[in-house]
C-alpha cells in the first residue's frame, strides 16, 4: 500500500498570504495525484488531478507540482472561502490512498 | 445538474449487515467507475472500494476485503454497498464518489453527502 504523508497537520495562516501544502508519497506515483478541500459538514471537493490539472470551476489561484514521490499544492492569495481541510489522493496502485490532510486556518 | 445521493445508514449492532444505496443523476452513470470512501468523525478519508462503469471488475481495502460487497445496477443509475459482519471500527460517514474514468482507479470528480452508519458494540 501507497502512504501518503501531508505536511504540516494544521497551518495557520492570514488571509491574502500566499500558502504551501506538502503531500509525500512512500513510493513513485508518477503524476498519478489528486487534491481535494473539505469544508466543516461538507463532502471532499475536487480540486486538482494529474498532479496539476485545475478541475472544472477551480479558480486559478491554486495551482499544484511535483512528481514521483514529493508534491505540493499552492494557494496564491488565502481568500476566506479557503480555510478548509486539504487532502492528496494517490491512484498510481490500488488501494487508493489518502494522505493525513492539512488543516488550513486562520490566524 | 450532476447529484449523487446516498441512503441507507443507520444504527447497527456489531455482527450485523447493512446495504447502503446511491443514487446518481446528471450523467451517463454506466461510463464511469464508481466508489466508496468512508470517513471517520473527526478524522480523514479511506477508500472502501470501487467498481467500473462495466460492472466487470471490483475493489476492495484490505480492512472491508471478504465483508464488503459493491455492486451496481446501471439501469437504475444506482450504486450499492452490502456491508456484512460490521465491525465498531467500521462506524463512519460513507460517501459515494464518480470516478473520473470508466475503469476506476483516478480521482473522483463528484461526491454525495454521505450516509452515516454507526456501530454499536
Redesign the interface.
Known sequence: EIVMTQSPATLSVSPGERVTLSCRASQSISSDLAWYQQKPGQAPRLLIYGVSTRATGIPASFSASGSETEFTLTISSLQSEDFAVYYCQQYKNWPLTFGGGTKVEIK | EVQLLESGGGFIQSGGSLRLSCAASGFTFSNYAM?WVRQTPGK????VS?ISGSNSYT????SVKGRFTISRDNSKNTLYLQINSLRAEDTALY?CAKD?RSYG?????I????TMVTVSS
Open positions: 466508489s480523514g478519508l479511506e477508500w470501487a475493489y476492495y481495502a484490505d460517501y473520473l482507479g483516478h480521482a473522483f470528480d461526491w454525495g453527502q454521505g
